[in-house]
T-cell receptor, first 114, second 112 residues
Framework: ETGVTQTPRHLVMGMTNKKSLKCEQH?????MYWYKQSAKKPLELMFV???????ENNSVPSRFSPECPNSSHLFLHLHTLQPEDSALYLC?????????????FGPGTRLTVL | GQQLNQSPQSMFIQEGEDVSMNCTSS?????WLWYKQDPGEGPVLLIA?????ELTSNGRLTAQFGITRKDSFLNISASIPSDVGIYFC????????????FGKGTTLSVSS
């Protein structure tokens, strides 16, 4: 039990679909993250939220839209994705930002874009 | 952009053998982390290191923060089949904010 859950675990969508990924953390943390994990590549940080405010957006295409309604929940809204967006999307949380506030990951959502 | 060089990319060993993997960087780091990822799961933090020269153990796992602050290694002693997975190093650069930089991972296979 990692304390970070993600739904759905698997998602197949067409390029014209709109879908959302959900992340929930049960650890009382104040920071949440979205990462993209592609085969043979390092984890890529997409978005960072601290106390429900976005603090980092690493040049992610606008077809990915994050939402953090409260410190326990994080969403990633998807629309008009491309096949190259197929990957494992990982959510993580930490007590706060900064050193010694290490990140705990959820199990990920395996996304396939057809 | 900044990259971590993690090696080896993959390892195939016999149960009971010791394993060593490492990460190097061209920049100085103030944090080194080691994660393990099982198939279909997210990475799980194994060991965190915050001081140059620090040596920390977690069961059969031992990791060290290199004294140059540009590298770290992870050792696994007496490997068992459940050690199979992908091991990632990650770190924070000095004066570069709080973002983690990840290595590409070392895939470990253990045969019994």
């Amino acid at each position: 039990e990692t304390g970070v859950t993600q739904t759905p675990r698997h998602l197949v969508m067409g390029m014209t679909n709109k879908k959302s990924l959900k992340c929930e953390q049960h650890l009382g943390h104040n920071a949440m993250y979205w990462y993209k994990q592609s085969a043979k590549k390092p984890l890529e940080l997409m978005f960072v939220y601290s106390l429900e405010e976005r603090v980092e957006n690493n040049s992610v295409p606008s077809r990915f839209s994050p939402e953090c309604p409260n410190s326990s929940h994080l969403f990633l809204h998807l629309h008009t994705l491309q096949p190259e967006d197929s990957a494992l999307y990982l959510c993580a949380s930490s007590q706060a930002l900064g050193s010694r506030n290490e990140q705990f990951f959820g199990p990920g959502t395996r996304l396939t874009v057809l | 952009g900044q990259q971590l060089n993690q090696s080896p990319q993959s390892m195939f060993i016999q149960e009971g053998e010791d394993v060593s993997m490492n990460c190097t960087s061209s920049s100085i780091f103030n944090t080194w982390l080691w994660y393990k990822q099982d198939p279909g799961e997210g990475p799980v933090l194994l060991i965190a290191l915050y001081k140059a020269g620090e040596l920390t153990s977690n069961g059969r796992l031992t990791a060290q923060f290199g004294i140059t602050r540009k590298d770290s290694f992870l050792n696994i002693s007496a490997s068992i089949p459940s050690d199979v997975g992908i091991y990632f190093c990650a770190g924070r650069r000095v004066q570069a904010g709080t973002a983690l930089i990840f290595g590409k991972g070392t895939t470990l296979s253990v045969s019994s």
